[in-house]
């Protein structure tokens, strides 16, 4: 598989991540989540290194949070786009 395998694979992951987002039942308590990932598809399609990082703390802040409920689904697709990520060799950490 090569790196743009993995990076679309992670692209197809956040798109599904922000379709749960969106939702989810209480979809208009966490909009800056789902504002979040969009733009870290568009930093993943553009390789924006520094954008990809910002983005992924940003959003793993905020799934963590107990502020903030997303659907526990949520986590799972996250984490899939960041080993998907890594292996494209981004650096997401």
């Avoid at 197809?12 to 733009?39: D, F, M, R």
């Avoid at 990082?53 to 899939?80: D, H, W």
């Amino acid at each position: 598989m090569t790196s743009d395998d993995d990076r679309e694979r992670a692209v197809q992951y956040l798109q599904a991540l922000q379709q749960v987002l969106k939702e989810a039942p209480n979809a208009s308590e966490i909009t800056s989540l789902g504002e979040e990932c969009e733009s870290l598809i568009t930093a993943v399609k553009a390789f924006h290194m520094e954008a990809i990082r910002f983005r992924m703390y940003n959003i793993r802040r905020q799934l963590a949070s107990s502020e903030q409920v997303a659907p526990a689904e949520g986590m799972e697709l996250f984490g899939n786009a960041q080993d998907a990520l890594e292996a494209a060799g981004f650096q997401t950490k």
